[in-house]
């Protein structure tokens, strides 16, 4: 039996993941996530409201971490330089726990719930790195477009890095970004002779 509130969380983590890739998210109860991670089910709903949320254990962590490296990041740099940073520094959270972070993509990414889920986080981490650009003199309109187009290619970065181990999630966040830079260079074609 776990003793640390710290320990049961992961414990929980792990069994729910392990459960949802042996059974299929919709067939897990959280009684059986409980057993299996060796707590009592009231102990789940200590930790966590609903078997969705136990693979979102890591969001505020994630949140903190964006609007912490928003704020730190270099006077001068443009909104997309600065997200690119914030995310290289809120990736090493993934990069460091690959073994659960690469599984639970996977599994979201088939699962509707999880996905449903995962889109309204989604949102609320948009909104908060939004929010973080704001305070750095960004102007409303163009914060809410950078932190949307730099979480969709974080996402893009992110699962690439599932789908291709052999570069690291930095390399591959260097990539999508370098890939938003190419998609609004000049073509050296005028658009209306397009």
Avoid: C
């Amino acid at each position: 039996m776990p003793r640390s509130g710290v320990e049961a969380r992961r414990r929980l983590r792990e069994a729910a993941l392990d459960l949802y890739r042996e059974r299929g998210f919709d067939q897990t109860t959280t009684a059986e996530i409980a057993a299996r991670a060796g707590v009592n089910e009231r102990t789940f709903f200590r930790h966590f409201p609903d078997k969705r949320e136990v693979l979102f254990d890591g969001e505020p962590t994630l949140r903190d971490a964006l609007t912490q490296a928003v704020a730190e990041a270099p006077d001068g740099l443009e909104p997309l330089d600065v997200l690119l940073s914030a995310f290289r520094k809120a990736g090493r959270v993934l990069e460091e726990t690959r073994p659960f972070s690469e599984p639970r993509l996977a599994l979201i990414a088939v699962t509707p719930a999880l996905r449903e889920r995962e889109l309204a986080k989604a949102a609320a981490l948009t909104e908060a790195v939004a929010d973080a650009l704001r305070e750095r003199g960004v102007a409303d309109r163009l914060a809410d477009l950078a932190a949307h187009t730099g979480w969709a290619a974080f996402h893009h970065a992110a699962q690439d890095w599932v789908d291709d181990s052999s570069r690291s999630l930095d390399e591959h966040l260097a990539r999508a970004f370098d890939d938003l830079r190419a998609l609004s260079a000049p073509s050296g074609v005028p658009p209306e002779e397009a």
